[in-house]
T-cell receptor, first 114, second 116 residues
Framework: DVKVTQSSRYLVKRTGEKVFLECVQDMDHENMFWYRQDPGLGLRLIYFSYDVKMKEKGDIPEGYSVSREKKERFSLILESASTNQTSMYLC?????????????FGSGTQLSVL | AQTVTQSQPEMSVQEAETVTLSCTYDTSESDYYLFWYKQPPSRQMILVIRQEAYKQQNATENRFSVNFQKAAKSFSLKISDSQLGDTAMYFCAFMKRENRDDKIIFGKGTRLHILP
């Protein structure tokens, strides 16, 4: 089974801190994604990557950056955390070979910024 | 831009009943994919069912089936003989058929409660 692992299930940070959310997949997937999930807003795409060292902005990239130095790892960085970044963060990956492939998701990181 | 609308924020049904979750979308594309994803309380999102727009036949996966109406841009999910384990958040999603841009657009979700 494909496994997408997010490093933390719950995280509490202070305003202004630099925050790293890590995501690792074990199936040699080309594509990786970071989503933010908020009640009543569904999932919104922050950034995605379809290759090592490649990144593309999603719908809400402001306040975030990403890093993909190795194929299996995709990191989301909050340069200076703010309270409005309190949210559930979901990482996902897909093979990226065929069209219309399903996403494989991690279990999410619930981030609270105080 | 594509949009996905789920008009039912929350639903409750009795165990063993059949329930239908609604989804409409807006696109000018003719070739695309539609998905239903399930997020149980454990938060692990999994794919329930997938439909290719060029296929007229509605997709089915065991107790899950869709009613895909391309002209109406409607993609509803039917769960037959509902079980307690079906309690979850359900997201409808849309993906364009493009070369490299595999972004998926999600609806806001429907929270489904299956009551014993």
């Amino acid at each position: 089974d494909v496994k997408v692992t997010q490093s933390s299930r719950y995280l509490v940070k202070r305003t202004g801190e630099k925050v790293f959310l890590e995501c690792v997949q074990d199936m040699d997937h080309e594509n990786m994604f970071w989503y933010r999930q908020d009640p009543g807003l569904g999932l919104r795409l922050i950034y995605f990557s379809y290759d090592v060292k490649m990144k593309e902005k999603g719908d809400i990239p402001e306040g975030y950056s990403v890093s993909r130095e190795k194929k299996e790892r995709f990191s989301l960085i909050l340069e200076s955390a703010s309270t409005n970044q309190t949210s559930m963060y979901l990482c996902a990956s897909s093979y990226g070979v065929l069209k219309g492939e399903k996403l494989f998701f991690g279990s999410g990181t619930q981030l609270s910024v105080l | 831009a594509q949009t996905v609308t789920q008009s039912q924020p929350e639903m409750s049904v009795q165990e063993a009943e059949t329930v239908t979750l609604s989804c409409t979308y807006d696109t000018s594309e003719s070739d695309y994919y539609l998905f239903w994803y399930k997020q149980p309380p454990s938060r692990q999102m999994i794919l329930v069912i997938r439909q290719e727009a060029y296929k007229q036949q509605n997709a089915t996966e065991n107790r899950f089936s869709v009613n895909f109406q391309k002209a109406a841009k409607s993609f509803s999910l039917k769960i037959s003989d509902s079980q307690l384990g079906d309690t979850a958040m359900y997201f409808c999603a849309f993906m364009k058929r493009e070369n490299r841009d595999d972004k998926i657009i999600f609806g806001k979700g429907t929270r489904l409660h299956i009551l014993p």
